[in-house]
Protein backbone atom coordinates (compact mmCIF):
# COMPACT_ATOMS: atom_id res chain seq x y z
CA UNK A 1 0.00 0.00 0.00
CA UNK A 2 1.89 3.34 -1.02
CA UNK A 3 1.97 5.71 1.92
CA UNK A 4 3.61 9.00 2.78
CA UNK A 5 3.59 10.75 5.75
CA UNK A 6 5.85 13.65 5.05
CA UNK A 7 4.73 16.64 3.38
CA UNK A 8 4.26 16.53 -0.88
CA UNK A 9 6.66 18.87 -2.76
CA UNK A 10 5.32 22.30 -3.39
CA UNK A 11 2.95 22.20 -6.49
CA UNK A 12 1.93 18.28 -6.16
CA UNK A 13 -2.08 17.19 -5.77
CA UNK A 14 -1.86 16.77 -1.90
CA UNK A 15 -5.32 16.62 -0.71
CA UNK A 16 -9.01 16.27 -1.58
CA UNK A 17 -11.99 16.87 0.81
CA UNK A 18 -15.69 17.20 0.16
CA UNK A 19 -17.62 19.81 0.66
CA UNK A 20 -21.45 18.04 1.46
CA UNK A 21 -24.70 19.82 1.88
CA UNK A 22 -26.15 16.31 4.28
CA UNK A 23 -23.06 15.59 5.89
CA UNK A 24 -24.54 12.18 7.86
CA UNK A 25 -25.74 10.98 3.94
CA UNK A 26 -22.57 11.71 1.97
CA UNK A 27 -20.40 9.86 5.06
CA UNK A 28 -23.06 6.59 4.49
CA UNK A 29 -22.37 6.98 0.48
CA UNK A 30 -18.60 7.41 0.54
CA UNK A 31 -17.89 5.15 3.72
CA UNK A 32 -20.03 2.14 1.36
CA UNK A 33 -18.16 2.97 -1.65
CA UNK A 34 -14.55 3.64 -0.94
CA UNK A 35 -14.66 1.50 2.21
CA UNK A 36 -13.96 4.52 4.60
CA UNK A 37 -13.42 4.98 8.18
CA UNK A 38 -14.04 8.71 9.73
CA UNK A 39 -11.63 10.35 11.97
CA UNK A 40 -12.53 13.96 13.30
CA UNK A 41 -15.41 15.70 12.99
CA UNK A 42 -14.33 18.02 16.23
CA UNK A 43 -17.30 21.26 16.27
CA UNK A 44 -13.52 23.41 17.30
CA UNK A 45 -13.39 22.79 13.42
CA UNK A 46 -16.53 23.13 11.99
CA UNK A 47 -17.11 19.14 11.90
CA UNK A 48 -14.34 18.47 9.17
CA UNK A 49 -13.65 14.92 9.07
CA UNK A 50 -10.38 12.69 7.61
CA UNK A 51 -11.62 9.62 5.50
CA UNK A 52 -9.10 6.83 6.39
CA UNK A 53 -8.20 3.54 4.37
CA UNK A 54 -6.66 0.93 6.34
CA UNK A 55 -5.75 4.10 9.38
CA UNK A 56 -4.61 6.44 6.37
CA UNK A 57 -5.67 8.97 5.42
CA UNK A 58 -7.25 9.31 2.17
CA UNK A 59 -9.38 12.14 1.84
CA UNK A 60 -11.47 14.97 3.99
CA UNK A 61 -15.33 15.48 4.40
CA UNK A 62 -17.13 18.60 5.73
CA UNK A 63 -19.94 21.12 5.73
CA UNK A 64 -19.76 23.25 2.84
CA UNK A 65 -18.44 26.29 3.68
CA UNK A 66 -21.19 28.55 2.10
CA UNK A 67 -24.69 26.89 2.39
CA UNK A 68 -25.20 28.31 -1.07
CA UNK A 69 -22.45 26.45 -3.02
CA UNK A 70 -23.12 23.10 -4.84
CA UNK A 71 -21.66 20.17 -3.09
CA UNK A 72 -18.68 18.80 -4.54
CA UNK A 73 -14.80 17.81 -4.11
CA UNK A 74 -12.24 20.00 -4.18
CA UNK A 75 -8.26 19.42 -4.96
CA UNK A 76 -5.33 20.91 -3.42
CA UNK A 77 -2.11 21.44 -4.33
CA UNK A 78 1.17 22.01 -1.61
CA UNK A 79 2.91 25.01 -1.05
CA UNK A 80 5.77 25.88 0.94
CA UNK A 81 4.71 29.33 1.37
CA UNK A 82 0.59 29.87 1.16
CA UNK A 83 0.82 33.27 1.06
CA UNK A 84 3.51 33.79 -1.79
CA UNK A 85 1.28 31.00 -3.86
CA UNK A 86 -1.82 33.23 -3.22
CA UNK A 87 -0.06 36.24 -4.86
CA UNK A 88 1.25 34.47 -7.69
CA UNK A 89 -2.19 33.09 -8.04
CA UNK A 90 -3.43 36.64 -8.86
CA UNK A 91 -0.47 38.26 -10.66
CA UNK A 92 -1.54 35.53 -13.10
CA UNK A 93 -4.87 36.27 -13.37
CA UNK A 94 -6.58 33.84 -10.74
CA UNK A 95 -8.74 34.62 -7.63
CA UNK A 96 -8.12 34.12 -4.17
CA UNK A 97 -11.70 33.16 -2.46
CA UNK A 98 -10.24 32.55 0.67
CA UNK A 99 -7.06 34.10 1.93
CA UNK A 100 -4.53 31.95 3.45
CA UNK A 101 -6.41 30.86 6.38
CA UNK A 102 -4.57 28.81 9.53
CA UNK A 103 -6.50 25.60 10.20
CA UNK A 104 -5.12 25.33 14.01
CA UNK A 105 -1.91 23.04 14.15
CA UNK A 106 -2.59 21.56 11.17
CA UNK A 107 -1.77 23.73 8.45
CA UNK A 108 -2.58 26.57 6.20
CA UNK A 109 -4.97 26.57 3.56
CA UNK A 110 -6.45 28.72 0.67
CA UNK A 111 -9.14 28.28 -1.75
CA UNK A 112 -8.69 30.18 -5.56
CA UNK A 113 -10.19 29.74 -8.63
CA UNK A 114 -8.01 30.29 -12.21
CA UNK A 115 -8.74 32.82 -14.35
CA UNK A 116 -11.71 30.50 -15.98
CA UNK A 117 -13.20 30.07 -12.76
CA UNK A 118 -12.19 26.42 -11.75
CA UNK A 119 -11.61 25.83 -8.13
CA UNK A 120 -8.67 24.27 -6.64
CA UNK A 121 -6.99 24.68 -3.36
CA UNK A 122 -3.85 25.17 -1.58
CA UNK A 123 -2.12 23.30 1.81
CA UNK A 124 0.51 24.49 3.36
CA UNK A 125 1.15 21.47 6.01
CA UNK A 126 1.83 21.95 9.51
CA UNK A 127 1.05 18.37 11.17
CA UNK A 128 -1.64 17.42 8.43
CA UNK A 129 0.81 16.97 5.42
CA UNK A 130 -2.06 15.40 3.21
CA UNK A 131 -3.35 12.13 2.17
CA UNK A 132 -1.16 9.53 3.17
CA UNK A 133 -2.24 6.57 1.15
CA UNK A 134 -2.67 6.48 -2.73
CA UNK A 135 -3.31 4.73 -5.82
CA UNK A 136 -4.72 2.19 -4.14
CA UNK A 137 -8.51 1.29 -4.02
CA UNK A 138 -10.26 3.97 -1.61
CA UNK A 139 -7.62 6.39 -2.46
CA UNK A 140 -6.80 9.21 -5.54
CA UNK A 141 -5.10 7.86 -8.16
CA UNK A 142 -5.64 11.12 -10.87
CA UNK A 143 -6.30 14.32 -10.86
CA UNK A 144 -7.11 16.07 -13.82
CA UNK A 145 -8.69 19.67 -14.86
CA UNK A 146 -11.11 19.67 -17.74
CA UNK A 147 -11.28 23.77 -18.58
CA UNK A 148 -12.81 26.03 -21.92
CA UNK A 149 -9.14 27.31 -22.76
CA UNK A 150 -6.49 25.13 -22.58
CA UNK A 151 -3.75 26.49 -23.43
CA UNK A 152 -4.70 29.85 -21.00
CA UNK A 153 -5.03 27.36 -18.34
CA UNK A 154 -0.88 25.61 -19.06
CA UNK A 155 -0.37 29.35 -18.88
CA UNK A 156 -1.78 30.24 -15.98
CA UNK A 157 -1.16 26.75 -13.76
CA UNK A 158 2.56 27.26 -15.06
CA UNK A 159 3.14 30.65 -13.54
CA UNK A 160 1.66 29.30 -10.15
CA UNK A 161 3.38 26.10 -9.73
CA UNK A 162 5.72 25.90 -12.21
CA UNK A 163 4.06 23.21 -14.40
CA UNK A 164 5.63 21.53 -17.91
CA UNK A 165 2.90 19.99 -19.98
CA UNK A 166 3.05 17.49 -22.57
CA UNK A 167 1.16 15.98 -24.79
CA UNK A 168 -0.76 12.76 -24.37
CA UNK A 169 -0.03 11.14 -28.41
CA UNK A 170 -3.81 10.62 -29.81
CA UNK A 171 -5.42 11.94 -27.11
CA UNK A 172 -7.63 15.02 -28.63
CA UNK A 173 -4.71 17.55 -27.18
CA UNK A 174 -4.79 16.04 -23.58
CA UNK A 175 -2.16 16.88 -21.75
CA UNK A 176 0.02 15.92 -18.40
CA UNK A 177 1.36 17.99 -16.34
CA UNK A 178 4.74 17.77 -14.25
CA UNK A 179 7.61 19.39 -11.78
CA UNK A 180 10.64 17.73 -14.51
CA UNK A 181 9.59 14.31 -13.09
CA UNK A 182 6.70 11.86 -13.51
CA UNK A 183 3.17 13.47 -14.37
CA UNK A 184 1.39 14.52 -11.88
CA UNK A 185 -2.30 15.03 -13.28
CA UNK A 186 -3.51 15.98 -16.79
CA UNK A 187 -5.56 19.06 -18.30
CA UNK A 188 -7.61 18.95 -21.37
CA UNK A 189 -10.44 20.69 -22.77
CA UNK A 190 -13.85 20.98 -21.38
CA UNK A 191 -16.53 18.49 -23.35
CA UNK A 192 -20.13 19.03 -23.47
CA UNK A 193 -21.83 17.02 -20.63
CA UNK A 194 -18.51 15.92 -18.84
CA UNK A 195 -17.83 17.47 -16.15
CA UNK A 196 -15.93 21.01 -15.63
CA UNK A 197 -12.65 21.75 -13.81
CA UNK A 198 -10.66 19.97 -11.47
CA UNK A 199 -12.01 16.48 -10.27
CA UNK A 200 -10.23 13.16 -8.38
CA UNK A 201 -9.78 9.63 -9.54
CA UNK A 202 -10.15 7.12 -7.12
CA UNK A 203 -8.74 4.22 -7.39
CA UNK A 204 -11.32 1.02 -6.69
CA UNK A 205 -10.87 -2.90 -7.05
CA UNK A 206 -13.77 -3.70 -9.37
CA UNK A 207 -15.12 -0.46 -11.87
CA UNK A 208 -18.55 -3.00 -12.37
CA UNK A 209 -18.72 -3.31 -8.32
CA UNK A 210 -17.97 0.91 -8.07
CA UNK A 211 -20.61 1.86 -10.25
CA UNK A 212 -23.28 -0.50 -8.88
CA UNK A 213 -22.61 0.61 -5.61
CA UNK A 214 -22.93 4.36 -6.62
CA UNK A 215 -26.56 3.83 -8.53
CA UNK A 216 -27.73 1.73 -5.53
CA UNK A 217 -26.36 4.76 -3.06
CA UNK A 218 -28.75 7.27 -5.39
CA UNK A 219 -25.71 8.02 -7.79
CA UNK A 220 -25.85 7.60 -11.37
CA UNK A 221 -23.21 7.07 -14.31
CA UNK A 222 -22.39 9.54 -16.71
CA UNK A 223 -19.91 7.62 -18.54
CA UNK A 224 -19.92 4.26 -18.51
CA UNK A 225 -17.53 1.91 -17.47
CA UNK A 226 -14.59 1.86 -20.56
CA UNK A 227 -10.98 0.37 -21.16
CA UNK A 228 -7.99 2.52 -20.99
CA UNK A 229 -4.26 1.87 -21.71
CA UNK A 230 -4.27 2.15 -17.88
CA UNK A 231 -7.50 0.30 -16.47
CA UNK A 232 -10.98 0.24 -16.38
CA UNK A 233 -12.79 3.90 -15.82
CA UNK A 234 -16.13 5.47 -15.39
CA UNK A 235 -17.31 8.75 -14.73
CA UNK A 236 -20.26 9.23 -11.99
CA UNK A 237 -21.97 11.51 -9.63
CA UNK A 238 -23.33 11.22 -6.23
CA UNK A 239 -26.87 11.28 -5.32
CA UNK A 240 -26.01 15.65 -5.10
CA UNK A 241 -24.86 15.72 -8.36
CA UNK A 242 -21.26 15.70 -7.69
CA UNK A 243 -18.87 14.04 -10.09
CA UNK A 244 -15.56 11.95 -9.82
CA UNK A 245 -14.66 9.16 -11.57
CA UNK A 246 -13.10 5.72 -10.62
CA UNK A 247 -10.75 3.30 -11.85
CA UNK A 248 -9.42 -0.12 -11.75
CA UNK A 249 -6.07 -0.27 -12.31
CA UNK A 250 -4.56 -3.95 -13.13
CA UNK A 251 -2.69 -5.29 -10.49
CA UNK A 252 1.17 -4.04 -11.08
CA UNK A 253 0.37 -1.47 -13.20
CA UNK A 254 0.98 2.15 -12.05
CA UNK A 255 -0.71 5.07 -13.44
CA UNK A 256 1.69 7.82 -14.44
CA UNK A 257 2.95 9.76 -11.55
CA UNK A 258 2.18 7.25 -9.32
Known amino acids: MPTRNTPWPAGTPCWIDYGAAEIDAAKDFYGRLFDWQFTGGDPEYGGYLNATRNGEQAAGLGPLMNPGDAPGWTTYFATDDAAATAARIREAGGTVVVEPMEVGPFGTMVIAADPQGNAFGLWQSGQHTGYRVFNE ?34 AEGYTTFALGGDPLGGLGGHQPGSPKGWTACFAVASTGDAVATVEAGGGKVTMAPMDTEYGR ?21 QVPGS
Open 137 to 170: PGSLVWSEAAVDDPAAARNFYAAVFGFFFAEVPG
Open 233 to 253: FAVVEDPWAAPFSVMQVPEGM
